[in-house]
């Protein structure tokens, strides 16, 4: 059972799912950017990667999405912390210029 589960840590199946969905846009298939972002913050990074091979439109809503779910951090109990949340607050916060500039150019405010 240990074995599994950090085989699946090691995987991080979420980034994983972003990576293959990703590499089928690039192929002429539809990217689904509403399931996109309700993955969890593990897949946040992959997501701002994947960004410049989206359609424009797709690209846009993806932006807007992670800036409404990751640009500032939540008020949680000590608790609830998790390495992959700090992360995506990261990551948001660090490519905010540029996940602001793609929600504009689709005219998303």
């Known amino acids: 059972g240990f074995l599994l589960i950090a085989t699946l840590h090691l995987l991080n199946p979420d980034a994983l799912i972003v990576r293959a969905n990703t590499t089928r846009t690039i192929e002429g298939r539809r990217f689904d950017v509403r399931y996109a972002g309700s993955l969890s913050a593990d897949a946040v990074p992959a997501l701002v990667t994947a960004l410049p ?11 807007d999405g992670l800036l409404k779910r990751w640009s500032t951090p ?8 998790s390495w992959a949340r700090a992360k995506a607050w990261q990551v948001a916060e660090e490519n905010s210029a540029l996940l602001r500039a793609t929600r504009r150019t689709q005219g998303i405010e």
Do not use: N
């Open 53 to 63: 091979a989206l359609s424009p439109p797709d690209r846009a809503a993806l932006a």
């Open 74 to 81: 939540e008020q949680q109990d000590w608790r609830s912390w």
